[in-house]
């Protein structure tokens, strides 16, 4: 870890950035507040911004407009100063195709300033840690997408500075690996790191964040710990399985309209037609068994009903009225980051 001890009690202070690719807003006003030695998660389907709000931050891109700091440092004017604060996901590790695992980490570990010893036995240590021991004197060109990927984020950890930015970073792995990444996350938090970490995984972002920001086309739609943003959706949330998938709509229709009368506020009901189930947050669980009678009095049979806390995918489709999976700019913003950076 590095000995820099920042003043500043904020790891990130980003205020109304904004990028611009042609007329597409990739970034559009998009504020973090990041406490040191937090996971903040940044939650939201592909195309939403995500990791073109990280390459500002990360120096990578120039903000069109807004303002950010890491540890106190402006992004904008001291970028050198700030890239020697952060480490990045989501370059490649290799420096060459032909050369093995162990080679690679030690050459980039040669470049960060670590002796040759040091180089060798933290390419070793990496390289166990991330499951990747027995290709250790495996070519690169060899690998598998999953063992690239563990490897790529093996040489972002070569030197742990102070603030991580880890964008989707368990993307490709198996459930093996991903739990050891999620380990290792908590492992460089209880160190002192910070992180920010964006994700498309809802349960991610419930395991890890210390708090959350919700982004979508571009802006923060929601911010908060993962309680508070389930909070924000309803106490409870209701699931009603209908019998007769011919009946989903009415029972949509009746199931917020009784809701929204009791609570005195719109309550929007969503629906997953291939499953003909129906979820809507509840305010109050003793409404239940009146809503069940009325569906009943209006010929709607249910064939399952569960009422659990809300979960975080219940909460973005709440937020956006699509899944944390899809996105209307996905695809767009992607590649005009690819083509920026």
């Known amino acids: 870890m590095t000995s820099y001890t920042?003043?500043?009690?904020?790891?990130?202070?980003?205020?109304?950035?904004?990028?611009?690719?042609?007329?597409?807003?990739?970034?559009?006003?998009?504020?973090?507040?990041?406490?040191?030695?937090?996971?903040?998660?940044?939650?939201?389907?592909?195309?939403?911004?995500?990791?073109?709000?990280i390459r500002m931050l990360a120096t990578l891109l120039r903000p069109d407009g807004g303002s950010a700091r890491i540890f106190g440092r402006d992004v904008v004017a001291e970028p050198t100063a700030v890239r020697s604060l952060i480490g990045v996901t989501g370059q490649y590790a290799s420096v060459d195709e032909k050369l093995s695992a162990t080679e690679n980490l030690i050459i980039f570990s040669r470049l960060l300033g670590l002796s040759r010893s040091a180089s060798r036995r933290k390419a070793?240590?990496?390289?166990?840690?991330?499951?990747?021991?027995?290709?250790?004197?495996?070519?690169?060109?060899?690998?598998s997408g999953g063992m690239r990927r563990r490897l790529d984020l093996a040489a972002s950890l070569i030197a742990t500075p102070p603030l991580l930015f880890l964008d989707e970073p368990t993307t490709?792995?198996?459930?093996?690996?991903?739990?050891?990444?999620?380990?290792?996350?908590?492992?460089?938090?209880?160190?002192?790191?910070?992180?920010?970490?964006?994700?498309?995984?809802?349960?991610?972002?419930?395991?890890?964040?210390d708090r959350i920001a919700v982004i979508d086309r571009g802006k923060v739609i929601a911010d908060g710990t993962s309680d508070e943003l389930k909070a924000s959706v309803g106490l409870s949330a209701l699931q009603l399985t209908v019998a007769d998938p011919s009946t989903l709509e009415p029972a949509r229709a009746l199931v917020s309209e009784?809701?929204?009368?009791?609570?005195?506020?719109?309550?929007?009901?969503?629906?997953?037609?291939e499953a003909g189930r129906i979820t809507v947050p509840l305010d109050d669980p003793s409404l239940t068994a009146d809503l069940l009678i009325r569906l009943r009095d209006n010929d709607i049979r249910i064939e399952e009903i569960n009422v659990s806390k809300p979960s975080l995918d219940e909460v973005f489709f709440s937020l956006t009225g699509h899944g944390a999976e899809s996105g209307d700019s996905e695809g767009a913003t992607t590649d005009s980051e690819r083509s920026a950076a």
């Open 172 to 209: 490709g792995l198996d459930p093996r690996t991903r739990a050891q990444m999620w380990e290792t996350i908590r492992r460089l938090v209880r160190e002192g790191a910070t992180v920010l970490l964006t994700t498309q995984y809802l349960d991610e972002a419930d395991q890890l964040a």
């Open 258 to 273: 009784f809701l929204s009368r009791a609570a005195g506020r719109l309550i929007e009901a969503t629906v997953s037609p």
């Open 124 to 143: 070793a240590e990496l390289l166990e840690e991330f499951g990747l021991t027995e290709a250790a004197n495996k070519a690169l060109e060899n690998f």
């Open 6 to 53: 920042p003043s500043n009690s904020l790891a990130i202070e980003a205020d109304g950035l904004v990028k611009v690719f042609g007329e597409q807003r990739a970034v559009d006003g998009v504020s973090l507040t990041v406490p040191q030695g937090a996971v903040y998660g940044v939650l939201g389907p592909n195309g939403a911004g995500k990791t073109t709000t």
